[in-house]
């Protein structure tokens, strides 16, 4: 295999390509783990962060999930570029939810009542949030409702796949979704109108 050397920096340029990368981490290569782990350790803090709001939390999270991600490398199997990130992605996101569960943080409810209809807002591609805004506002949420908010927008996760991942009503997860996107609503609503003339 080529030897992919870094020239001081994490651009594609400077650590090969994804599977170049890949085959360093499999081999053993102690730099090259160390370049997979500041390629990915951010954007998986961002996942990571997405669903555990408590920062110690977040830390073991990731932890333990590098460690998966290092001791199942091996059996990986690469299948184009992107499927490096989407298999670490499926990993941290795993692991947040494991977390949640076993903390006793996540509490869902059935049979919600109506909430209040707030398409208008969210149909609106939200121009003047800012998306460091938008990402505190998520994090806001109940447990329950952010995790499955988090799987249906971000993971592309169906209300029967979200089911099957939380142990839930296919139903249940439709409402709780229903009802993050209603608080969503109507935090954004605020936002809105308190920077209304800015």
Sequence with gaps: MTQVRSSGGNSPTAVGTE?????????????????F???YAGYLTAVCSRYIVDRDMLKDVLQESFIKIFGHIGEFEYRGEGSVRAWVTRIVVNH???????????????????????????ASGLPHIPPEVLQEMIRDLPDGYRAVFNLFVFEKKSHKEIAGLLGIKEDSSA????????????????????????
């Design 19 to 35: 599977f170049q990368l890949l085959e360093r981490v499999r081999e053993g290569d102690a730099p090259g783990m160390r370049l």
């Design 37 to 39: 782990y500041e390629r």
């Design 96 to 122: 947040s939810l494991k977390a949640l569960r076993r903390k006793g943080r996540m509490t869902y409810v059935d049979d919600l009542p109506d909430a209040p209809e707030e398409d208008d807002v969210m």
């Design 175 to 198: 409402s709780q979704f229903f009802r993050a996107r209603a608080t969503l609503a109507k935090k954004i609503k605020a936002y809105l109108k308190e920077h209304d003339d800015e």
